[in-house]
């Protein structure tokens, strides 16, 4: 594999860099630096000004907003936000759904939805996983059953989903119901789209080990749902869930975000000292550092090999596997040297320092009790350990 860098994507690399040096809110970036999370303000802010370039939905075709831009390109543009840092563009609606309505979406849908969901006019959040339905998803459980005639024809939805990120900032919801119970378990399953807004829908919060609230259960009590709002057949709506799990996989191994933290960790390593000398003349630090480096460039060859391989290579899950896997150990040892360097500073988790500024350290703690859900979402690593030993090991 040839590591040289053809100028045609430095050229776009630089113009990406020099658009988020122009473009992003500096108070955006210094939360993002620091640790905090992105405020949904943030993300609605800077994903409007990265949909005026087509970049908040790179990879949709231009007649819905998009910019069509390749594999090659899509990672560049992703690692300059990580590491700039940057909100992300809200991964339900452009990574996620759309995909989904681009492939099965009636015109109707594509028309309404597409424009709304790249500028973030509506905000969506996921409906899938059910209490004891995660890995297992096809046991679900929430139930549509079909009523009315004409222009009144719409699903009654009973049920509840779990572990719901953002369902208490989201205008609707995407959400995997079951419309028929007969057949093998992925049989009569729906992919609707649900107003979050209609009569009969509680959202109560899940407060994570981080302290924050990111989760949610969601139920649904006689929810009405038009029948327009159906994406795709009805009881074909596992095709959907497949589609949109498999579909998004450029960020999956986060090597912009690993590289972000690491630089930050450098940097903080060389303002704060021991014994009136900086941290990072620590040889033994400046060596975990350097493997570290190391780790994520072996990472970040492994992503480009995954993305511009032949389609055969592509469709190994064990190839995914790999780069979910490492990239998850590498956030999680990353925010565990962040974590070192700071010292008892971390685990204090203060907001304020004495002169009511908000304190350096405050975020780390969250961060890094944040970065031990790597493992099970998107996958737990179990999950893809498994997938590893039989797509590879046999």
């Known amino acids: 594999m040839d590591l040289h860098t ?12 020099q658009f988020i040096e122009d473009r992003l809110p500096a108070e955006i970036r ?5 640790g905090h999370p992105p405020r949904k303000q943030d993300t609605v802010t800077w994903q409007r000004i990265l949909n005026e370039k087509g970049w908040a939905a790179p990879h949709w075709p231009r007649e819905y907003g998009g910019a069509e831009l390749g594999q090659a390109e899509r990672l560049i543009l992703l690692d300059e936000l990580f590491r700039a840092p940057a909100p992300l563009p809200q991964v339900f609606n452009v990574g996620m759904l759309g995909p989904v309505l681009l492939k099965f979406g009636t015109e109707a849908q594509k ?3 597409m424009p709304r969901l790249a500028n973030l006019d509506l905000w969506f959040c996921q409906g899938f996983s059910e209490p004891g339905s995660g890995s297992d998803l096809a046991s679900l459980r929430t139930s549509a059953r079909r009523e009315g005639e004409g222009e009144d024809e719409h699903y009654v939805v009973d049920g509840q989903k779990i572990w719901t990120t953002t369902a208490h900032l989201a205008d609707w919801v995407f959400a995997l119901v079951r419309t028929d119970g007969t057949g093998s378990k992925q049989h009569g399953i729906s992919f609707l789209l649900i107003d979050l807004r209609s009569s009969g829908i509680t959202i109560r919060p899940i407060t994570s080990i981080d302290g924050q609230h990111h989760l949610n259960e969601v139920f649904f009590d006689a929810v009405r749902v038009p029948v327009g709002n ?6 074909r709506g596992w095709d959907c869930a497949k589609y949109l799990l498999m579909n998004e996989r450029t960020g999956i191994a986060n090597v912009g975000l690993c590289r972000e933290r690491l630089d930050y960790a450098r940097e ?3 303002r704060l000292t021991q014994a009136g000398r900086p941290l990072l003349d620590s040889p033994r630090l400046r060596a975990e550092m350097a493997v570290l480096d190391a780790e994520i460039r ?3 060859v492994t992503n480009w090999r995954f993305l511009l391989s032949n389609d055969t290579a592509r469709k190994n899950p064990g190839f995914a596997s790999v780069l979910k896997l490492k990239g998850t150990e590498l956030q999680q040892e990353i925010a565990q040297l962040l974590q070192r360097i700071a010292g008892p500073a971390a685990m204090e988790r203060r907001a304020h320092d004495g002169a009511g500024a908000e304190h350096w350290a405050g975020p780390l703690a969250m961060r890094y009790f944040y970065s031990r859900a ?3 979402y998107g996958g737990t690593s179990e999950v893809q350990k498994d997938i590893l030993s039989k797509t590879i090991l046999g």
Do not use: H
């Open 111 to 113: 028309r309404f939805f």
């Open 230 to 235: 159906l994406v795709g057949e009805e009881g």
């Open 6 to 17: 053809p100028p045609d994507q430095a050229a776009f690399r630089r113009e990406v860099r």
């Open 268 to 270: 903080l390593a060389g």
């Open 30 to 34: 210094e939360r993002l630096r620091l």
């Open 298 to 300: 072996a990472l970040e």
């Open 374 to 376: 790597a493992s099970i």
